[in-house]
């Protein structure tokens, strides 16, 4: 996270006094984890003072010396957070309290406005279960797939963030003929389809795996296998 003045205000700013608030149910923060900015009047400034007022609460203080320029629209400090446990999915609001901001004479500054933000924490990946091919041409069976057939292959896939959508899920289906990064045809509650019309065996004869893939919107990812035995040699003539 990392506040940045984008200007607006009456005039330079040499100092500020900031609180950031968020929950600490969800993240946590300690003073050493504050620090200056990377580039910017602020990033070597000797005053820079944070310190954590309660749990989910810091204040950041700092100046600028004399004799140099202020800034008119700079980064401020920055911060990291660490996630409180393993959520699948959960959120913080970062709510920025404008205490003062102040010239190079130390009188106060106006007509600044916070842009407050939220921090989303994922560490868990999506659920790929019950990857499943079926073979649906008549007269077959799902153990088995010739060159032509037609077949359709479902999968269970969910994730704890509710962004998490049909554009999230994949199957490599080239060893059917198809796309290696299919997304499904559709996706309805936690059930994911996919159709092949006619397939190209790859390899011809033998064991066929499809793979399906679950990435949330975080990144995090997890697939899921089925296979099939691909028979396109008729038997020898006795």
Known sequence: ???????????????????LTWDPAVITATAGDFAK?????????????????????????????????????????KVSFTAVGTPDFATSALTLTLNYFRDQNNVPLTSFTPANGQVNVDLVAPAVTGVANYNSTPASTDDYLTNTDALSLLATVSD??????????QADLSGF??????????????????????????????????????????????????????????????
């Open 1 to 19: 996270a990392l506040p940045i003045y984008t200007g607006g205000g009456l005039g330079a700013v040499y100092g500020y006094s900031i609180d």
């Open 37 to 77: 900015p990377a580039g910017g009047a602020f990033s070597t400034t000797t005053w820079f003072i944070p310190q954590i007022i309660a749990a989910g609460h810091a204040r950041i203080d700092a100046a600028l010396p004399g004799g140099s320029a202020g800034t008119t629209a700079d980064d401020l400090f």
């Open 160 to 169: 704890g963030d509710p962004a998490f959508a049909i554009g999230d899920i």
């Open 177 to 238: 003929g198809g796309s290696a990064t299919a997304a499904p045809a559709s996706y309805v509650g936690t059930t994911a389809t996919w159709t092949v019309a006619s397939a190209t065996c790859s390899p011809a004869d033998g064991t066929v795996t499809v793979t399906v893939t679950g990435t949330d919107p975080l990144g995090n990812s997890a697939n899921g296998t089925d296979t099939i035995i691909a028979d396109n040699t008729p038997p020898a003539a006795v």
